[in-house]
Structure formats: C-alpha cells, structure tokens
C-alpha cells in the first residue's frame, strides 16, 4: 500500500501463475539472495512495480512535452494575433489621420468660401 495510492480498501490479494523458463527462475532466485527478498514472489513484485513506475513517469514526461508545446503554439497564436491587432490599429490610425485631414481641409474650404 505504501506509494501504490490504494487504500487499505481497495488492495486485494490475488494470486496470479505465471510459466517462466527454468533459467530465468533459477536467476531470479540468486538475485533474490543476493537482494535479501524473502521469496520469488517479493523479487517479482518488485520488478513490476520498478518498470511499471519507470513507464508511469515515463508517460507523464511524454505528457508534459506534449502540453509544452501546445504552450508554445498557442503563445505563437497570441503573438500572431496581436500582431494582426496592431497592423489593424496602424492602418486604422493612418486612414483616421486622412479622414480628419481630409475633414480640416473641408473646414477650411468652408472658412475661405
């Protein structure tokens, strides 16, 4: 239970076989006296939850790299975005300063008449 995030609940003991070749069961044994396990099945145990965690955080970088770069597009996005913003209000401003141009030259006409 400790570091699985199950509580005490939801653990439930079961019992699984599995055919492995003799060879392989013969060195988990001596990896076993060697890494103090009391039996085959704690060294087996072990081993699963050493790669499942391996692959777990293995996801969860491929995850962050994922989320990353959507980060990354989305900022480009904004960037573009704003851009376009400013073009707009740059060429918004310059037909603005030609329109009251345009309009004081009127006015003025208008005074001279």
Do not use: W
Not at 70 to 77: A, D, P, T, W
């Amino acid at each position: 239970m400790r570091g699985t995030g199950m509580s005490k609940t939801a653990r439930k003991e079961v019992m699984v076989s599995v055919r492995m070749p003799h060879g392989l069961v013969e060195e988990l044994r001596d990896l076993g006296k060697i890494n103090h396990f009391m039996d085959l099945s704690d060294e087996i145990r072990f081993v699963l939850r050493k790669y499942f965690f391996q692959i777990l955080n293995q996801n969860n970088s491929d995850n962050s790299i994922i989320e990353q770069k959507k980060k990354e597009k989305l900022i480009r996005n904004l960037g573009d975005i704003l851009d376009e913003l400013k073009e707009g209000q740059s060429q918004k401003g310059e037909a603005q300063e030609v329109e009251e141009k345009n309009q004081a030259e009127k006015n003025q006409e208008g005074k001279n008449r």
